[in-house]
Nanobody, 119 residues
Framework: QVQLVESGGGMVQAGGSLRLSCEASGRTFSPYGMGWFRQVPGSEREFVAN????????YYTDSVKGRFTISGDNAKNTIWLQMDSLKPEDTAVYYC????????????WGQGTQVTVSS
């Protein structure tokens, strides 16, 4: 069974930066892709960014383009989310997830890490 563990969250002032990490542990796996999502209380979890390992393509939600950068290592065990020029509206619990096949849902998920941006 694969487990995903996020780290790197915290509190930062608007305009600051944080770098989130997500490390996979357990059995060896080769996911189709991995991604980051975020959720604020009372709202649905929303997509932030993902990397597709089959061709290296990367996708971002519009609100983070130019500010966030997703990357992953060649062994596909860890992905990162570099978050720059943070805004208060980026405050959320950030989750990483893996997609094992092109037609599968996002699973497994990490436990989440809190990011708080103060104005």
């Amino acid at each position: 069974q694969v487990q995903l563990v996020e780290s790197g969250g915290g509190m930062v002032q608007a305009g600051g930066s944080l770098r989130l990490s997500c490390e996979a542990s357990g059995r060896t796996f080769s996911p189709y892709g991995m991604g980051w999502f975020r959720q604020v209380p009372g709202s649905e979890r929303e997509f932030v960014a993902n990397i597709r390992y089959t061709d290296g393509r990367i996708y971002y939600t519009d609100s983070v383009k130019g500010r966030f950068t997703i990357s992953g290592d060649n062994a596909k065990n860890t992905i990162w989310l570099q978050m720059d020029s943070l805004k208060p509206e980026d405050t959320a619990v950030y989750y990483c997830a893996a997609r094992l096949r092109w037609d599968s849902s996002w699973s497994p998920w990490g436990q989440g890490t809190q990011v708080t941006v103060s104005s």
